[in-house]
Every structure is written in structure tokens, then in C-alpha cells.
């Protein structure tokens, strides 16, 4: 009867221990930045959950040469909280120049976002998926994206076998490709040419 009573005891601790929320997982995957056949920066992007926030990190520097040097700092923040968006931030310099200064923040009934030249967004619909986050796991087809940059939804189009393409309110485009749900590769159209962020790890 004790050994019945110890182990039902050590068997509930073991499950409360096994979902406590303040439990920690990170994780960190690498790219190489290119552009052609050029290794041009180095992107890194990290997931952790901690204290029952998911925070997703996202750092990069390039440096191009045309015309002149370009070096581009980006640097993006999204914390989720059961499985929805509470804040994000995004920050891009371009020869130690401020380009984009992006915030968005769930106010509890919608988001309310603002960029580097004040000007404000607002968006309704609840956000689960970012562009960040899909660094980290694959989408699904037409799920819909939230995109730092813009400060807008995407639809993930699925263009072939675990391969989604999103069109930017530019004009652009950009293609996700995933192994075995693993972000391997990512092509973004730019105005130096196609720019590649290769898996390295």
C-alpha cells in the first residue's frame, strides 16, 4: 500500500514537473546570407519558451557592394503567448542609418502597430504565425503570415512540395523551402539581385 501510495505521488510530481510552464527550451539555427555565388552576411535566428512566453529572435548583417558599400543591420523580436502575437519589433539599419523602426502590439481586443515615420497600423484578426516563426516550423498552405517588414498578413501560397512563396506588397516575392519540416532555404527578390538565406547547421 505505501509502495502503491509513493509511486502515484511520484507519478503525479513527475507529470506537474513535465508541463510546469516555467520550464525553458531554446533553440538557434544559422544561415548563410548570399547573393549569387557571394557569402555576403551571416542571419541567425533563435526560439526560446520560457515562463510560458514564446520568443522568437531574429539577427542578420550583410554587406553589399554596389555603387558603393552597403552594410544592413536587421534585427526582429516577436513574443507569442498561447500561441498569439503579444508585441513585435523590428529594426533595420543601413549604413549605420535608421530604415525602419516597426512595433506592433496587441492591446487585448486588436493590433496596433507604428513605423519610424509614426505612421500607425492597425490590424483586426488575431495573429498566430509570423514570418519569424515559420523559420521554426513549416506553414500551411494559405495560412497567413504576419510580416515584420510590412506590418501586414501574407498568405503562404504553396508552390510545390514543401514550398511556399509569399508575394510582398512591393511586388516581390519570396520562397520558403522546407526538408522534413526544416527550414533549408529561403530566396527573396531584391534590388541587388536574389538574395539566399542557406541553412548552414
Do not use: C
Not at 554596389?66 to 513574443?79: A, M, P, R, S, W
Amino acid at each position: 500500500m505505501v509502495r502503491i501510495l509513493f509511486f502515484n505521488l511520484f507519478s503525479t510530481f513527475f507529470l506537474l514537473s513535465s508541463f510546469d510552464e516555467n520550464t525553458t527550451k531554446s533553440h538557434r539555427i544559422n544561415f548563410d546570407v548570399k547573393l549569387g555565388n557571394n557569402t555576403v552576411g551571416a542571419l541567425d535566428a533563435t526560439l526560446l519558451i520560457a515562463n510560458g512566453k514564446t520568443t522568437y529572435h531574429l539577427n542578420s548583417s550583410v554587406k553589399i557592394s554596389y555603387l558603393f558599400n552597403l552594410t544592413i543591420q536587421e534585427k526582429i523580436t516577436d513574443v507569442f503567448v498561447n500561441n498569439n502575437l503579444q508585441h513585435s519589433t523590428h529594426i533595420r539599419y543601413v549604413n549605420e542609418d535608421q530604415k525602419a523602426n516597426n512595433v506592433m502590439v496587441w492591446n487585448g481586443e486588436s493590433y496596433q502597430g507604428k513605423n519610424k515615420e509614426a505612421k500607425l497600423k492597425y490590424i483586426k484578426d488575431s495573429i498566430r504565425t509570423s514570418i519569424l516563426s515559420i523559420y521554426f516550423r513549416e506553414p500551411n498552405p494559405n495560412e497567413v503570415v504576419f510580416s515584420q517588414n510590412y506590418q501586414e498578413l501574407l498568405p503562404a501560397k504553396r508552390i510545390d512540395d514543401h514550398t511556399y512563396a509569399f508575394t510582398l506588397p512591393s511586388g516581390k516575392n519570396a520562397t520558403y523551402y522546407y526538408k522534413a519540416g526544416r527550414l533549408e532555404l529561403v530566396t527573396s527578390e531584391s534590388a541587388w539581385g536574389m538574395i539566399k538565406f542557406v541553412r548552414k547547421d
